[in-house]
Structures are given as C-alpha cells and as structure tokens.
C-alpha cells in the first residue's frame, strides 16, 4: 500500500505549474509550497504538471528545482518528480557509476519492480544514455556478482500466480544440494532464481525450509562478510519478500552514526507510491519504532518535511 | 523488405472471413481460396479476419483451418496465420521441446527480432504457456550452450545507431585474445554477443576483421563439428548480417536429401513481412538459383502455392 496522499480533485497541472514558478521567484525560494504541491501528487499528475510548466514557462521544470534547491532535500525532489521509469534509469545509472555497492541498486530494481515497469525502465535508460542497462551492467561488475546480477537485470520474469508443486520441490532439493557443496555460484542456482516466477520461487524457498529445516538464506550465511553471499540473500529477500528487504535497508540507512541519506531517499522516493505502507510496517515490528518517527529523528529541515510527507505524515 | 503482396484494399474482415468459411464446407477444402485470401493479407488484416471470424462463426479460424488442412501446408497456413508474436511463442516453445537442434529457432529469435518485438514474443509466450522463455530456455538446457543461449534470449538490446570506436576497438581486441586462447565460452566474449547493440556489434567484428586479418566467424571455425561454435557463428551472423543468416538456412533446407519443411516454412512464414526480398537476394548470389525457383523444385501441391504466395510469386 502506497502512503502517499494525493487529493483526488487536485488544482490544474497550470495552476501547480505557477505556484511551483512563484515558489522559485522572490528573494529565496518558497520550499514549503513545492512540497505542499509535489509531496502530493501521483505520478500520472506530477507527469501532467512537468509537461505543463515546460509549455508555459518554456523551462523543464527539473532543471529549475535543481537551480533552486540543494543537498539531500534538493536530490529527494528531484528523484521524486520523474517519472517512476525515468527515476529507475537514473538510479541505476547512478549505481554503475559509484565505486562501492553499485550493485545492490541494479540488483533492487530488477528484483522489485513488474516485468512491465522493468523495461519500461530499461527503455528510459536507453533513451537517455543510449545504451543498454544489461551492456553497462555487465561491463562494470566480473565475477559471482556479473554471473548473478546480468541474467537479473535482463530476464522478464512471468509473473502468474500457477506454481508447479513437483517442480518446487525438485528445486528445493538442488538448491540444498549446491548450498551443501558451497556451489553458491552453481549455474541452476542461479537459473531458478533469475528465471522463475516470484510465485515459483516463493514456493521453492518454502518448501527448502520445510524439507531441510534452515531458512535458505539461513544457510547462504556461512560467511556473513562474503559481499555476493550478502548480495544472494538479498534477491532472495527482495524476490519473495520485498518489504522486509526495504525495512532492513532503512533500518541500516537511520541505524548508523550518520544517516545514509543516499538510501533513505531512495527507498522513500521509489517506494511512497507502491508499498512504503507494508515496509513501514515491518519496520515497526523489528525496530519497535514507527518509521515517521525514526525519520523525523534522524533528518531536519525541508528534506525531513519532504519525506514525512511522502510517508503519509505531514508535519 | 517485404515479399508479401496484400492490396491496400482489401475485401472487408467479414467478407474475407465469409470466404474462408465457404472455403471449408461442402465437398473437400478449397485451399486455393484460402491461399488467395490468407497469403496476401499482412498481420494487422489477418488479425481482423481472425477476430471477425470468431465473432461471426463462433468458433477460432485456428482451429478450423486445422482441422481442414494437413501436413506441410497445414503447419505453414497456421503458422502464417498467427500474430507474429504468437508465432514466435509457438516455434520458440516448440523448440524448447524437440530433441535435437532445439537451440537453433531460439537463438534466431532473440537474435533477429527488434528488443520490442522479442519482449511482445514473450508475452504471448507467458499468456500461452504460463511461463516465461527464459525460464524454459535456462530448464532445457546447460553448459556453454545454456551459458550463450539465456542471456540471449534476456536482454533488452540496445536499438540506436551511436557506435563508440574505441570501446569497439578495445572489444574486438578482447575478442580476439579470448579466441585465441580458444576460450570460446570466455564470460567477456558472451557479454560483448548477448549486451552490445547491433550496431555496436557491427563495428566490433569490422575492427576485428581489419586488426587481425580474418573474419571473426573464420577464427571460430577451428572444430567445424563443434555444435556450440556453430551456435556461436550463427549468432554473430544473425546479429550483424540476418539476411545472410536466413539464406543459409533455406540454401541447408532445402539442398538436402528430402528438404527440411520445418525449417523452409519457418523462414518463408517469418520473413514474408519483414526482409524475405533481401534474403531472396542472398540466396540467388550464393546459390544461382532464384529463391522461388528453388523452392518451386523442391516442393509440391498446395504447400508450393502458398509458399510462392508468400514469396511474392503466386501462380
């Protein structure tokens, strides 16, 4: 569930297009009314507004919110008023570029959005940097985590509610057999979990806890520091259980000396309109702390209001 | 460029679909008369008279030019009756299941359809057969075949026409070592084939071709028994020269003892729409023989007919 609050009668995209220009104009800018507006309202609106300013005023409106705000808060707006495809392409070109822990984004992406959302995020990506996600996923990473990451980013997963009990439990089995051997970077490991339904594989990681005992990402933790162990147990969390993926990273973005704005904003950005409802949730449940609050404690300012505003709190 | 010849106006839907009704009553098929509507009528018309006729008839004109038809000319009409997408679902799940040489339609597939048109394939793949394509394909079958055939049929290319000579120069470079070490199955060599845009890839085995002397496919030629490095070729033409590619494969279909329908009806019924008129041109340059000419030599009756329809040469 979605904790954004847009009004379902919002004024006309002209009307928001000329607040957000007054907001820019006069000496400093007018932050509070930017979020008043943007912080609520949907993708489809904020597409309408964006396509609106750009005819009236004859600027894009991105370039004028980024002229207008900086840091952490300016980074939230700007990444929340593309489009969903648009933010994905930017995100996870970001993260090929970054020198560390690139890949948990591509990873994230291609792990919790819909076949559809996926390519229409890859076809975003192309179109602004020409290339493929795949090509330049698979030139910036090698190894384990080339072998995991590039059928993850490429495959279009089915995405059908039939599970093939058999074809579980036969999954189930080999998936214990190359976690035995330690072969976590066998090929059928990989094969099912790139390629099976989130429903299949739901199945098969269910029945490997029941038939041998261990949570299978239990027994991926054979060493807690191995970076593509940590990687595999994520897309396993993200594939069958995305809301707990995303309390844990928020847990560990506001859980460290220094918040981890880089994440937080991600989550709360990617997430306020599909599930953050769901994640907050979770969240509460482990940290024993409502998500608004442990957000409101660890950020100040325009950027704090952003982003209780998109978690459905509103100062 | 296109062999089909459909008039610009055609009869209506209905009349066509009337027709085609008339076609399967009384004493016997008409099969001339199927093959003068079906055989000039692009996908969007047929699409309209597939529609029409259910509607009319109440029942699918799939089923009733089955249960009309036979043999070679059965599995042709239905097959160029099919949505182009639907097809590709049909020859590429087809081809997961024979017992030989199953790798070759799916490789053809991925390899010569637009990212948009592959990504529509497996659509209707997952709408048929309620699983996706890269899950069949990564089930049915392993090692380096498996290991070039999954990211084949995953990615989502690249379509533009940018080219960057230095990264296809340090590629064809990297091609070309991991060639001569014959690591044929080397990770880089499979991310260079199943990522880059066609384009990029053009100008990668042109570099190769002026840098080391012979053509890439040439140094690939070491076992010529070797089924993954004709795999491996025919890829790399596929990619870069599909007219080629599919000339070939009509010139070994049909210059065999007893000519391979399977093979001839899936070229002719999946390039009428699309570039059959080049490959037509490839062919008679390798062969000295026009296309049509060949094809009428080595085949009979209603198949013949409606082959030579598709081909642009009725009667």
Known sequence: MATLKAPSQPPSPSEDSDQLRKAFQGWGTNEGLIISILAHRNAAQRKLIRDTYAATHGEDLLKDLDKELSSDFERAVLLWTLDPAERDAALANESTKKLTASYWVIMEIASTRSAIDLIKAKQAYQARFKRSIEEDVAYHT????????VPLVSTFRYEGDEVNMTLAKSEAKLLHEKIVEKAYNHDDLIRILTTRSKAQLSATVNLYNNEFGNAINKDLKTDPKDEYLKLLRATIKCLTYPEKYFAKVLRLAINRLGTDEWALTRVVTT?????????AEEY?????IPLNKAIANDTSGDYRSFLLALAGHDG
């Open 142 to 149: 090698s190894g384990d985590i080339r072998k995991l990451l």
């Open 271 to 279: 997430r306020a309109e599909v599930d953050l409802q769901r994640i």
């Open 284 to 288: 509460q449940r482990r940290n024993s």
